[in-house]
């Protein structure tokens, strides 16, 4: 079992930047594909971002891409998502998933996904 706790959501302007945080808590993190997804009231569950074992493969959501960036520690078990030219369509509640298949690649699909974290909100005023 592998607990994901998730961190540094909050308020802030259009235009504005955040960090992620993603803390996990097993001993093999580098065992595991590492994704962001978000989900805003009343919209489905969208992928935003996955990151491969070593960290030397990315893959974004087509709303995110050239502003999010997402990056990991495998010494802190930990992944990040740098969010720049925040908009207030990015207003949702932040997901951080780890995915345990082998020989996968980064996959966008909430499903492919075996543990979750409790979500952490990040709201944008325009």
């Known amino acids: 079992q592998v607990q994901l706790v998730e961190s540094g959501g909050g308020l802030v302007q259009a235009g504005g930047s955040l960090r992620l945080s993603c803390a996990a808590s097993?001993?093999?993190?580098?065992?595991?594909?590492m994704g962001w997804f978000r989900q805003a009231p009343g919209k489905e569950r969208e992928f935003v971002s996955g990151?491969?074992?070593?960290?030397?493969?990315?893959n974004y959501g087509d709303s995110v891409k050239g502003r999010f960036t997402i990056s990991r520690d495998n010494a802190k078990n930990t992944v990040y998502l740098r969010m720049n030219s925040l908009k207030f369509d990015d207003t949702a509640v932040y997901y951080c998933?780890?995915?345990?298949?082998?020989?996968?690649?980064?996959?966008?699909?909430?499903?492919?996904?075996?543990?979750w974290g409790q979500g952490t909100q990040v709201t944008v005023s325009s």
């Open positions: 998933a780890a995915d345990f298949t082998p020989g996968l690649g980064v996959r966008s699909t909430f499903r492919a996904y075996d543990y």
């Open positions: 990151i491969s074992r070593s960290g030397g493969t990315t």
């Open positions: 097993t001993r093999t993190f580098s065992n595991y594909v």
